[in-house]
């Protein structure tokens, strides 16, 4: 099979590349990826030699580039996205770009090419806040932040192209998902290169949110066998039931780097947060699917990794990523008051 990966340098993607590289090996991947800030080249450093991987420098949003890749590609799994909800708040145009008109001119070229399948990996946030019990992929769209609106949009792309145009496209709606490599704007990476530094964790309102924690593993390997065995026009949930409040977790990963809790700093909540999500993953399970990693388990092993690599994260924690921390924890309320209006 030859498969296109999308978005493949970014946290998940490359460990979906990795993935399919050691357990397929008829399998060769082509990366399209435009290197934005949170797509590293990095990530993919110990699989550049293999002859069957190849990068391309490129953005989904550019129907050129994009159909010199998809061109006798059996297959394509998207991961490129904008995906940080707090950068949604802050400057949603870009997501509406990436996220929308980018899977717009993927499944454009891939009905053209006559791609056999095309898998959009989505996330649990299109479900919206989950007050009680559990969503099944059948459950209403009901997004809450421009960047699961984003997700949202591109799905009923999804499913329209699958419906008009007999495209064989699915998509997989996972948790919230941690391991190596994760750029450290998201809560685990940030709570614990945070810690190590002997600096705050910024805890949105009082930290009772609820997540569902998912390692990288298996996440991908949920992706991967969606894509083989999974049917056309059919969404599906990837959770690992490993559902914590944030604030449990930042004790968590201070607990395991012998930090004290009084590191914990509690900051204004941002707008429309949602409380909790929770997934019924009763329909991939029926496919053969079980999570391998309880949450204790993939939290240690994600946080003796970033100990173990601040090579990897320290220059990241600097320039652009600097100014977005500002921005966001320390500006964010003036960026988003209302602006008086112009006589």
């Known amino acids: 099979m030859r498969l296109l990966v999308t978005g493949g340098a970014g946290f998940i993607g490359s460990h979906f590349v990795r993935w399919m590289l050691a357990h397929e090996p008829e399998t060769r991947v082509v990366v399209l990826d435009k290197l934005t800030y949170a797509g590293n080249p990095a990530n993919l450093a110990d699989v550049a030699r293999d002859p069957r991987y ?70 649990d946030e299109v479900y919206g806040d989950v007050a ?12 809450r932040s421009p960047y699961a609106a984003s997700k949202a949009s591109a799905e009923l792309f999804l499913q329209a192209y699958h419906v008009t145009y007999g495209l064989a496209t699915l998509a997989t709606r996972g948790s919230n998902t941690l391991g190596p490599n994760q750029y450290p704007e998201k809560a685990v990476p ?51 039931g490993n559902e914590r409040e944030n604030l449990a977790v930042a004790r968590d990963i201070l607990r395991l780097l012998g930090k004290p809790e009084s590191l914990i700093q509690h900051v204004p909540d941002r707008p429309g947060h949602d409380r909790r999500y929770s997934l019924d993953t009763s329909k991939i399970r029926a496919l053969g699917w079980r999570p391998r990693y309880d949450f204790e388990t993939a939290l240690a092993r994600t946080v003796e990794w970033y100990v173990a690599n601040e090579h990897w994260w320290r220059p990241i924690k600097s320039g652009e990523y600097r100014a977005y921390y500002l ?17």
């Open 132 to 143: 009680v019990g559990s969503s099944q992929e059948e459950a209403p769209l009901r997004p």
């Open 327 to 343: 921005r966001n924890y320390q500006d964010r309320e003036r960026l988003l008051a209302p602006q008086p209006r112009r006589a």
């Open 190 to 240: 940030l709570f614990i290169t945070n810690a190590i530094d002997d600096q705050p964790l910024p805890i949105y309102g009082d930290g009772r949110q609820v997540r569902d924690w998912l390692y990288v593993e298996d996440h991908c390997e949920a992706i991967r066998l969606v894509l083989e065995r999974g049917t056309p026009g059919e969404a599906y949930n990837v959770g690992a």
């Open 54 to 123: 190849r990068f391309v420098l490129g953005d989904i949003c550019d129907a050129a580039a994009v159909d010199a890749v998809v061109a006798g590609c059996d297959a394509i799994v998207n991961f490129a996205a904008e995906t940080h909800v707090d950068r949604s708040i802050l400057d949603p145009e870009a997501f509406i770009r990436t996220d929308v008109v980018g899977i717009h001119v993927l499944l454009e070229a891939a009905r053209r090419q006559g791609v056999r399948r095309f898998l959009q990996v989505s996330t």
